[in-house]
């Protein structure tokens, strides 16, 4: 078997191995099925969300390994939700970027259409 590999000419296995890298790479990027349709910055906040109001088992006990978990970017309204609901968990929580709402649901903008919040966040 090794002989007939080693009389392909070079040309061939290169463009072979080529056919190859080229499949595996179109293979790695597609998506999974079932997977949710929508901007990066929507899954992340949807992840942040289930992490925080829904954690798994393992999620649970990483933090009673004493480690705290950064969410950066929740409204006010869902951090105040988690606090209100998730108090035994509290001090395994920090909260960067919390965005103000206002009553109708929606996050203030300012004159730039930035999203004001209540702190700055890492700089």
Same mark, same amino acid.
């Given at each position: 078997? &090794?002989?007939?590999?080693?009389?392909? =000419?070079?040309?061939?296995?290169?463009? /072979?191995?080529?056919?190859?890298?080229? *499949?595996? +790479? *179109? #293979?790695?990027? +597609?998506? @999974?099925?079932?997977?949710? $349709?929508?901007?990066?910055?929507?899954?992340?906040?949807? /992840? #942040?969300? %289930? %992490? #925080?109001?829904? =954690? +798994? !088992?393992? !999620? %649970? *006990?990483? !933090?009673?390994?004493?480690?705290?978990?950064?969410?950066?970017?929740?409204?006010?309204? !869902?951090?105040?939700? *988690?606090? &209100?609901?998730?108090?035994?968990?509290? $001090?395994?929580?920090?909260? #960067?970027?919390?965005?103000? +709402?206002? @009553?109708?649901?929606?996050?203030?903008?300012?004159?730039?259409? &930035?999203? $004001?919040? $209540?702190? =700055?966040?890492?700089?």
């Amino acid at each position: 078997m &090794n002989r007939i590999q080693n009389t392909r =000419p070079a040309a061939v296995r290169r463009r /072979w191995i080529f056919g190859c890298m080229l *499949a595996a +790479t *179109a #293979l790695m990027s +597609t998506v @999974p099925v079932g997977a949710v $349709e929508g901007s990066a910055q929507t899954s992340l906040e949807q /992840w #942040l969300l %289930r %992490r #925080l109001n829904q =954690p +798994t !088992e393992h !999620e %649970r *006990a990483h !933090e009673r390994d004493g480690n705290v978990y950064i969410y950066d970017g929740l409204t006010d309204r !869902e951090v105040d939700q *988690a606090l &209100n609901e998730h108090f035994d968990r509290i $001090e395994y929580m920090m909260f #960067l970027g919390t965005r103000k +709402t206002i @009553p109708t649901e929606t996050a203030n903008s300012n004159a730039q259409s &930035n999203v $004001e919040t $209540e702190s =700055p966040g890492c700089m």
